[in-house]
């Protein structure tokens, strides 16, 4: 089996420090101010949302390498943002070997994820999340907590903000049943889970307990597709994360996921089971 994976060069769960990222966001203001548009105007002109933009300007989103191709191309920057970008490699709150998926997340048309361990990190409320993040071991400080929501919580913006991307869900029934974080946080997640479920682009499904074997016993898995209609999958573990383009790897990852849809609730039946849940809080 041929995979692909991430380069371990320098590879850390820590967030690392975001100054690159602000100076790449300061040079493309100034070559954005320079054409005289604002980032309501220029926003369509690469094909991202103005919050995007913004995001990227302020240093608070990895700029994906599309955004920057494009942005040299609109914005006529002699090449300045591509050089800018070979040193934007520090997003604070990602760790260095999430990025690579990070940066395709941005642009992928449909996204798929199993996950046994904990909910995953698109549906995570922001008291779910900060209970994780202060769990972890060793412990972080309190601005790198901070560090980390604030990636998680501004990831979630692509639920909402891209209406056309498809986004499936099976999270595993006793994920739920654990009440990380206590009675209140686990109410919180699942109400966010609940609305954030009602989304038409949004599709989650539970595995639920009974199920006492299923497709899923290997472990967690990711799944996505860009607009060129290729496909990538993602394994993550305990101090490193796997990037796979290997098309006879991502076929068995594709069946293993397509028995899982059909091994799971259906939707309707897992959003009932939340809400039975949440009663019983």
């Not at 739920?176 to 499904?205: A, K, M, P, Y």
């Amino acid at each position: 089996m041929t995979e692909s994976t991430i380069s371990n060069d320098s590879i850390t769960n820590e967030p690392e420090p975001s100054g690159s990222l602000k100076a790449f966001g300061a040079v493309h203001k100034a070559f954005r101010k320079r054409a005289g548009y604002t980032q309501e105007t220029y926003a369509p002109l690469v094909r991202f949302h103005p919050s995007t933009v913004a995001s990227i300007e302020q240093g608070r989103r990895f700029p994906p390498r599309v955004f920057v191709e494009r942005a040299e191309e609109v914005l006529d920057a002699f090449g300045a943002l591509k050089a800018a970008y070979k040193y934007a490699g520090r997003e604070e709150g990602l760790a260095s070997w999430f990025r690579r998926w990070a940066e395709l997340e941005e642009l992928a048309i449909s996204l798929c994820t199993y996950e046994n361990r904990l909910v995953p990190g698109l549906l995570q409320s922001e008291g779910y999340a900060r209970t994780l993040f202060g769990a972890r071991v060793p412990l972080l400080t309190d601005s790198q907590i901070e560090a980390q929501l604030v990636a998680r919580m501004e990831r979630q913006r692509m639920l909402a903000e891209r209406p056309n991307t498809v986004f499936s869900f099976i999270v595993e029934e006793h994920v739920f049943q654990r009440r990380t974080g206590g009675v209140d946080v686990t109410r919180e997640l699942i109400d966010h889970v609940l609305e954030v479920t009602e989304l038409r682009n949004v599709e989650f499904q539970l595995m639920p307990m009974a199920r006492d074997i299923h497709a899923g016993l290997n472990g967690p898995i990711q799944l996505l597709e860009t607009p060129e209609n290729e496909w990538f999958a993602y394994c993550e573990g305990q101090e490193s994360g796997q990037f796979i383009s290997d098309p006879k790897s991502i076929s068995v990852l594709h069946m293993r996921y397509a028995k899982l849809r059909s091994q799971a609730l259906t939707p309707d039946d897992s959003r009932s089971l939340l809400e039975r849940m949440r009663g019983a809080l």
